[in-house]
């Protein structure tokens, strides 16, 4: 059980290295705009700015859901996956912690969905905040 929390660990922290990369990208265009345009006064002007940063924080977390799929799909000892639509659907249900559980993991891989699944609320919560801050400067600017 230890090699697979070692293993779920290790993917943690690769999901966090790929949200910060992200972030870091979506924050400095975010702040490009700002600093190039000035106040942000049209509400559509502000919606799409939101939406923007919002769609490419979303693309984060799928980008994360395609890593975990990988895993559950190319781990030679993981065998409940076969083929990548349903690896992709497991992992985005995980991530997200909907849980249907019509797909599971079996025997000492279920450790992996738990971790996954504590993954995916970290993220989903640091994008959450990220995007509350933005809000907040977007709409702080009047």
Do not use: C
């Not at 345009?37 to 924080?57: C, Y």
Request: aromatic share 14%; net charge neutral.
């Amino acid at each position: 059980m230890l090699s697979e929390i070692a293993l779920g660990l290790s993917m943690v922290v690769l999901i966090t290295i790929v949200h910060a990369a992200f972030m870091v990208a979506g924050v400095h265009a975010a702040e490009w705009r700002l600093a190039h345009f000035g106040r942000v006064e049209k509400p559509l002007a502000r919606a799409l700015l939101i939406s923007a940063l919002t769609a490419w924080m979303f693309m984060a977390i799928v980008a994360e859901a395609w890593l975990w799929a990988l895993l559950y799909l190319l781990h030679p000892l993981i065998t409940s996956l076969q083929d990548m639509d349903t690896a992709l659907y497991f992992s985005m249900v995980t991530f997200s912690t909907l849980g249907y559980g019509d797909v599971v993991l079996t025997g000492r891989w279920r450790i992996l969905a738990s971790i996954q699944a504590a993954n995916g609320v970290i993220i989903f919560g640091w994008t959450t905040a990220l995007l509350f801050f933005f809000i907040q400067r977007i709409y702080g600017r009047q």
